[in-house]
């Protein structure tokens, strides 16, 4: 991704409110910046932030989708079926992103 003026903008003001309204410390030298602020986005009540976000999206081309708006799962969904992989004799379990990560 090509960070641009119009980009650099969006995330700065973008910063500057999530900092303001959720308390975050987002640097934009951190290379998980945009996922960071992406996810705070989703999480906002304010409107004028999750617009902001959108835009940021848009920019990065990554997925934004507002609370709410996620489609609903039914049974047999490939993302609800789980895999039969063999498991590691470890018992520590924890999620990233959504999967399992063995630790």
Same mark, same amino acid.
């Given at each position: 991704?090509?960070?641009?003026?119009?980009?650099?903008?969006?995330?700065?003001? $973008?910063?500057?409110? &999530?900092?303001?309204?959720?308390?975050?410390?987002? @640097? %934009?030298? =951190?290379?998980? *910046?945009?996922? /960071?602020? $992406?996810?705070?986005? &989703?999480?906002?009540?304010?409107?004028?932030?999750? @617009? %902001?976000? =959108?835009?940021? *999206?848009?920019? /990065?081309?990554?997925?934004?989708?507002?609370?709410?708006?996620?489609?609903?799962?039914?049974?047999?969904?490939?993302?609800?079926?789980?895999?039969?992989?063999?498991?590691?004799?470890?018992?520590?379990?924890?999620?990233?992103?959504?999967?399992?990560?063995?630790?």
């Amino acid at each position: 991704m090509e960070l641009n003026r119009e980009v650099l903008d969006c995330m700065k003001s $973008l910063r500057r409110r &999530l900092r303001e309204e959720l308390a975050l410390d987002i @640097r %934009l030298s =951190q290379p998980d *910046a945009i996922n /960071s602020m $992406l996810s705070a986005c &989703l999480t906002s009540s304010n409107e004028e932030t999750r @617009r %902001l976000g =959108q835009l940021l *999206a848009q920019y /990065s081309d990554r997925p934004f989708a507002p609370a709410g708006a996620a489609p609903r799962m039914q049974a047999g969904h490939p993302l609800l079926v789980e895999e039969h992989a063999p498991r590691p004799t470890s018992d520590s379990v924890r999620m990233y992103r959504g999967q399992r990560v063995y630790a």
